[in-house]
């Protein structure tokens, strides 16, 4: 293996990663040219100090059974570093964001969120579940289901009303949902409804956001509205982004390094170690074509492409 290849989930000897600083500079769809400042620029519990991880794995596996999804994963992410979690169908993608949750034990190894137990961590951690419509019929308003973020419970002492209404309205007025407010939620597009989400995601101030699939069903305004939102957090507020995605190319001007899933196997690598052909042929073990083309990144040859996004033209993955 050069020194150019990205890690693998294979081998026993595989050595504790000395993981790099994020970049500290992201290209700004807003303009090119500029730079919006990333990790560097971020909250830090301790300024002037090396960042201590806001999310540390050491060799750790996740298995169902015989069904080993991912082993031997060592991995550190930075405050305010950008981590895009890629990989088809099945591959443990939302299983890792579980195991960030506390919601999944790993089978072995060690995982950290903020130095702490990923449980213990919860009140840190903004979550951006897999997007599902709400019922048309859902008893809540808009504004109902920020105050849910916001809203004492999670630390278990009540804010006062007045408080948590200048929250919400605050929050709201982030994602640009003001003008639904007192919608019925159920009433919403989903686009709408995402914004929502992120908003709840948002309450906390978290250090570190996990994002599922935040893109999925939205148009490409609302990708880039939720996306932006997204990359703000981190970028005012320093907090670490993981973002699960069947599809890169809305997310990868943001992207720091990517955590690719297949095969029961990984690589993480910035995006140009990672989405290379002779990379991920290596670790799908067939021939796979990556390909750029018009600013997208398209990846052809899949073995398990089984769903809508088989055709040579498929997006990652
Ligand atoms: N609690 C569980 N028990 C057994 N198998 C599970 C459980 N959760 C997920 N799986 C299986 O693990 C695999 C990975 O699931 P998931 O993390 O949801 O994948 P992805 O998000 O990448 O599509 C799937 O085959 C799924 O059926
Ligand atoms: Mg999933």
Not at 115 to 123: E, I, S, V, W
Not at 135 to 159: C, E, F, N, S
Not at 239 to 268: C, E, K, M, Q, W
Request: net charge neutral.
């Amino acid at each position: 293996m050069d020194s150019s290849t990205p890690p693998t989930g294979h081998g026993p000897d595989l050595p504790l990663r000395d993981v790099p600083e994020p970049r500290t500079t992201t290209p700004d769809p807003g303009g090119p040219g500029t730079t919006a400042p990333g990790a560097a620029a971020g909250r830090r519990r301790d300024p002037g100090a090396r960042a201590a991880p806001a999310i540390r794995l050491r060799d750790a596996e996740l298995a169902f059974g015989d069904r080993v999804l991912w082993s031997g994963l060592d991995l550190d992410v930075a405050p305010g570093e950008y981590l895009a979690v890629l990989g088809s169908n099945g591959t443990g993608k939302t299983s890792f964001l579980k195991v960030l949750l506390g919601l999944l034990p790993l089978t072995s190894g060690t995982v950290s969120v903020d130095g702490l137990r990923p449980r213990a961590a919860a009140r840190h951690v903004g979550y951006v579940p897999q997007q599902r419509g709400f019922p048309a019929r859902t008893p809540l308003r808009a504004k109902d289901l920020v105050a849910q973020g916001v809203d004492g419970d999670r630390w278990g002492i009540r804010l006062h009303p007045g408080r948590v209404r200048r929250r919400v309205a605050e929050l709201l007025e982030r994602v640009g949902a003001s003008d639904y407010a007192n919608a019925p939620v159920g009433l919403l597009s989903g686009g709408e409804q995402q914004r929502l989400r992120v908003a709840q995601a948002l309450a906390a101030d978290p250090s570190v956001m996990l994002c599922d699939e935040a893109l999925l069903s939205l148009d490409l305004h609302h990708q880039q509205v939720v996306s932006e939102l997204v990359h703000e957090q981190r970028v005012r507020h320093g907090s670490a982004v993981v973002f699960v995605t069947h599809d890169v190319n809305p997310i990868i001007d943001h992207v720091d390094r990517i955590l690719y899933l297949a095969n029961g196997s990984f690589r993480i690598g910035t995006p140009d170690e990672v989405l290379r052909s002779d990379v991920l042929s290596e670790l799908y073990g067939t021939r796979i074509e990556v390909l750029r083309s018009n600013g997208r990144i398209l990846v052809a040859g899949r073995p398990d492409s089984t769903h809508h996004t088989d055709s040579p033209e498929e997006l990652i993955p």
